[in-house]
């Protein structure tokens, strides 16, 4: 006998928590879709070489597979959707007519160690648009995040935008050396969690590499250049803060660059009818990928910023480059479909179901199994959606009571007597109130219970 | 740079194709959840001994994959949906209450060599019922597969029928060892793609192993044993079949339980609407999988025999065994959703669009941008899939080209012309009629034209 189990980090969906689960998917795809952004689907499985994008320095903890019998070719599971999206545009130039809005659902897969919230294997479901560099898309990623959020009922949410080419001037701006840049936005990425102390720490901090000469962390900053650094963080928000960045920043022109796009985001934004209390400007997000290039955003709970952000992205514009010639730009966003329903559980946000069934008919006596079974038949090409029940309980009282512990709305009860009378008893279990109706006119009266 | 690609046996789908496909994954979606089975979502890597069941001579090609850095810990991604539903049933005993009606759709990975409509990465649709020994369940197994097939508009397929235990007596009937049982049957299944000669021949044919002592071929059965197995099988379909199989193998007590599940099923399947000609016990029916014990179950395409069957299943009663020493009655079925929409597209069931926009707000004039963005939003609101173009093309004349090839069906003009006159043009692509309308008028417009 092998003993049921699954390994660390991955997760089963029993029907309860599955029923509301669905109806987030629906809900996101929903929304996706009122903002004409069209489905593609990709394999879960990829060249390891078009993941890694080549890279032999790529860090991402990977699941690496290949074909049974066929080692040599070196496969992997993919880590996200976007770097399948980017090898689509790349593969299928003529069938691909841009701009490109696709969304995509599916599971990805990653090594690192599970935390709460954090999985190994978890859905991603990605919105984004290929071939624009118009800031129009971005707000429009921006948008779809306050939609979808809204969509969910989520009552606490805000959306954390920032500019890539921003924080690429901050070396420009604080004086360091660009090879830094990276450690340094990573260390600033911490600053919501772990405050100002500790990112000040590690800025300071000597540099460490590991023994494949990889830096671990540290950028050895002068206390001037950390100082730079904390003035441009403590930048008030609100109306004015884009105009101090401009301020600050005067002497980078890349970091001006970078503000431009973020005003033409937030009027975008505007008349996209995103209330400004829904989102605000944050110069501290980084987000952790290395294809960014411009706006980066992500969503965070107000109740709940410990378990990070739910929905997050960027623009792109080089990420196609990895597999064509073509330029292509690019911007788009992905919910973490796991961390978000982890949260929405953990803020009371999610509503249990046991059962999707409608009706329950039940089939206590053997003689009228037939009469049940055409009733279901009727019900269900009615589109009411009828459970036959066909477990080991016998007797109507034993069965009544599963169809209570499961909570089916309603019960059809037909057995020898009724049967006579060519009628059924039907019983809504939120009211407790029994009737007998006519054959003839079951669907009607299921339909008046269930208020459809 | 690398080059854009994917192994073989592994499919993309673009919009074009993904949005009926998605069609299909809903239609089957709520065919079963009419029939009150609930969602269940598993992990696609499980543990390779829960998938092999801890058989050392466990024959499937599958993939394997292990946690990055743990490769002592032997994992693999999952070749159906069924034995995770075993593994999940034995593994939360208290939190599945039975009868356990569920479906689960995901994909499922097998090695072996790619053909037509098979691919290593496909997705499976599948509903079952855990916890039933009753036929019944059974005969809504082989309903679900008459609904759903119709439900997808299938003017043309049929559902084939049989009974594992009728043919494990035919070593009775027959008198061959027990030992060549699944031999004989692998060879029975062919009878239907390959024909009668070909099925004798493997059935004559001397038994061949591979190096490790494995069966790979040839029954080496006598010729009166064939003849045997020949009358059975050219047993003429019809009402009074199970009576001649019953008169044929009066010595097997194991088929005469086969012949007695059939009849339960063929009375149910009758009750739950299943129209005569929809449906046939057929003798020749085995199905591949070891785990079958009762009826199986498959569905084919009448114009399309050769695809084989693209929603089969059976009874599974010993599955959830290998797990638990509790023993829990199962059957089901599932769905080969690539396999199916191949057919599909063959059969030219296959509808392809390449938007689900119902709108598009064309944006050739800077100065009304926030007036587009505006009503889009509005529109969007309202639940109407609607478009703001953000493309390259900068004319008016390009953008609507670009409407048209999309196949969009509404396109919404609004610039500075109609911005002063506080109205929006609305055009129809398919009557090529446009109109001016108050912007305040807007949703109700749309709505008229969509007939929503």
């Known amino acids: 006998m092998v003993e049921p189990r699954i390994t660390?980090?991955?997760?089963?969906?029993?029907?309860?928590?599955?029923?509301?689960?669905?109806?987030?998917?629906?809900?996101?795809?929903?929304?996706?879709?009122?903002?004409?952004?069209?489905?593609?689907?990709?394999p879960a499985i990829e060249q390891e070489e078009v993941l890694t994008g080549g890279d032999p320095n790529f860090k991402m903890s990977i699941f690496r597979t290949s074909v049974p019998n066929s080692p040599q070719e070196k496969l992997a599971l993919r880590f996200d959707l976007t770097v399948p999206l980017a090898r689509v545009v790349a593969q299928y130039p003529d069938r691909i007519?841009?701009?490109?809005?696709?969304?995509?659902?599916?599971?990805?897969?990653?090594?690192?160690?599970?935390?709460?919230?954090r999985y190994r294997e978890f859905v991603q479901f990605d919105a984004d648009t290929i071939g624009s560099s118009d800031m129009m898309a971005d707000a429009e990623i921006i948008a779809i995040m306050y939609e979808t959020m809204t969509a969910l009922g989520i009552p606490n949410f805000f959306v954390r935008v920032n500019n890539r080419k921003v924080l690429n001037g901050l070396a420009e701006y604080a004086g360091f050396t660009p090879g830094k840049?990276?450690?340094?936005?990573?260390?600033?990425?911490?600053?919501?969690?772990?405050?100002?102390?500790?990112?000040?720490?590690?800025?300071?901090?000597?540099?460490?590499?590991?023994?494949?000469?990889?830096?671990?962390?540290?950028?050895?900053?002068?206390?001037?250049?950390?100082?730079?650094?904390?003035?441009?963080?403590?930048?008030?928000?609100?109306?004015?803060?884009?105009d101090e960045v401009e301020a600050l920043m005067a002497n980078s022109p890349i970091a001006l660059e970078g503000t431009e796009e973020l005003r033409q985001i937030q009027s975008h934004v505007r008349a996209l009818g995103v209330p400004?209390?829904?989102?605000?400007?944050?110069?501290?997000?980084?987000?952790?990928?290395?294809y960014y290039t411009g706006p980066v955003f992500e969503t965070v709970l107000t109740d709940l910023l410990s378990i990070g952000s739910v929905f997050s992205g960027g623009r792109y514009d080089n990420l196609v480059n990895q597999f064509s010639n073509v330029s292509v730009p690019a911007t788009g966003a992905s919910v973490g479909v796991d961390r978000l329903f982890a949260a929405m559980e953990q803020l009371g946000l999610v509503e249990r179901r046991t059962s999707v069934a409608d009706v329950m008919v039940l089939n206590f006596d053997p003689?009228?199994?037939?009469?049940?079974?055409?009733?279901?038949?009727?019900?269900?090409?009615?589109?009411?959606?009828?459970?036959?029940y066909i477990g080991a309980a016998v007797t109507l009282k034993e069965?009544?009571?599963?169809?209570?512990?499961?909570?089916?709305?309603?019960?059809?009860?037909?057995?020898?007597?009724?049967?006579?009378?060519e009628i059924c008893k039907v019983k809504n279990l939120?009211?407790?109130?029994?009737?007998?109706?006519?054959?003839?006119?079951?669907?009607?009266?299921?339909?008046?219970?269930?208020?459809?």
Chains 1, 2 share one sequence.
Not at 10 to 28: A, C, F, G, N, S
Not at 32 to 42: A, C, I, K, Q
Not at 280 to 289: F, H, N, P, Y
Not at 370 to 377: D, G, M, P, V, Y
Request: glycine letters at 6%; charged letters at 30%.
């Open 181 to 242: 840049s990276s450690d340094v936005l990573r260390t600033i990425d911490k600053l919501d969690r772990q405050g100002w102390r500790a990112v000040e720490e590690e800025l300071a901090m000597d540099e460490k590499f590991n023994q494949l000469g990889e830096r671990t962390g540290g950028a050895a900053l002068s206390s001037s250049q950390i100082e730079a650094i904390r003035a441009f963080l403590d930048l008030p928000s609100g109306e004015e803060l884009l």
């Open 97 to 117: 007519k841009k701009p490109f809005k696709r969304y995509a659902v599916g599971p990805v897969w990653r090594g690192e160690k599970p935390q709460a919230g």
């Open 276 to 290: 400004d209390d829904r989102w605000k400007i944050d110069l501290s997000v980084a987000r952790g990928l290395g």
């Open 430 to 452: 939120r009211t407790r109130e029994q009737i007998e109706v006519p054959e003839a006119d079951i669907v009607s009266t299921i339909d008046n219970i269930l208020l459809r």
């Open 8 to 42: 660390s980090g991955l997760r089963d969906y029993l029907p309860e928590d599955m029923i509301p689960r669905q109806k987030v998917l629906d809900t996101i795809r929903k929304v996706f879709e009122r903002f004409g952004f069209l489905p593609l689907d990709t």
């Open 399 to 421: 069965q009544l009571s599963h169809a209570v512990r499961q909570d089916v709305p309603v019960v059809i009860i037909l057995g020898s007597y009724e049967a006579e009378k």
């Open 367 to 388: 003689s009228c199994r037939t009469k049940c079974q055409n009733i279901a038949t009727i019900l269900r090409r009615k589109g009411i959606k009828t459970e036959i």
